[in-house]
C-alpha cells in the first residue's frame, strides 16, 4: 500500500500540470476553428459618410502573438463639415449617430478590440499630414486567436448652446482573423513544458532515494 500511494502521490503533480497546459490550448484551437468557420465575408464596415482620402488600413488575418498595425486616414475638416451639413437639414437628435450641434474639426480616435492589446491605447491626438487631413496609426498585440472585431471611435467635440459637449462615434468596425500560434505558444510556456518533462524524473528519483527497496 506504500509504495502504490507514493506512485500516486508522484503522478498527481504531473497529470495536474498536464491538464493545466493541454486544457488551455486545446480551447484556443477549437475557439480558432469555429471562429474560421463563422469569419466575416465583410472585413470592414463603415458607419460614417466618409469623404475623399478617407483610408483604413488593416490585415485581414494575422498570426497569434505577432503584433500588426492598423491606421485610420480622414480629412477631418472635410467630415466636420459633411457632419454639420447633414445635421443642418435633419430633426434634432436624428443626425449621425444623434450628433446634435456643431462638429469641430479638431478630434481625437482611438481602436478598441476584445483579446487585443493596444500597444497606444486611449484617444490620440491628430497628426496632421496635409490640408487638414489626419493619419492615426496604433501597433495591436492578438493574445488569442480567432475571430476579432477593431472599433475605431472618433472623440469629437460638439457645440450646441454655448457649450462644448465631448461625444464619441463609431466610424467603423474591422473583422481580423488570428491565426492560431503553436509555436509562438510553446516559446511562452516553455517553462511549464520543460516542468513537465522534468516531473517525472525527479518523481522517480525521489522515488529511488526514499522509496526504493533497502539494500540487504
Known sequence: MR?????????????????????????????????VARESAIPLTIKLPIVDSSAFTVP????????????????????ADLINKIGDITAEGTGIQGITGKVSPEMQAEI???????????????LYVMDDETHWTWNVFPESSGNHKIK????????????????????????????GNLS????????WIALL?????????????YFGTPSS
Open 3 to 35: 509504495k502504490s500511494g507514493s506512485n500516486f502521490t508522484m503522478i498527481m503533480p504531473a497529470a495536474i500540470l498536464l491538464v493545466l497546459l493541454i486544457v488551455p490550448f486545446t480551447m484556443n484551437y477549437l475557439s480558432h476553428l469555429m471562429s
Open 60 to 79: 485581414s488575418k494575422v498570426q497569434q502573438y505577432e503584433g500588426f498595425e492598423v491606421s485610420m486616414h480622414l480629412a477631418t475638416q472635410k467630415l
Open 112 to 126: 478598441v478590440g476584445d483579446g487585443l492589446i493596444v500597444e497606444n491605447p486611449g484617444p490620440q491626438e491628430q
Open 152 to 179: 475605431f471611435l472618433l472623440h469629437l467635440h460638439v457645440y450646441a448652446e454655448g457649450k462644448d459637449t465631448p461625444t464619441i462615434i463609431n466610424v467603423a468596425d474591422a473583422n481580423v482573423n488570428v491565426q
Open 184 to 191: 509562438g505558444w510553446m516559446a511562452r510556456n516553455w517553462g
Open 197 to 209: 518533462l522534468i516531473l517525472p524524473v525527479a518523481g522517480w528519483w525521489i522515488k529511488q532515494k
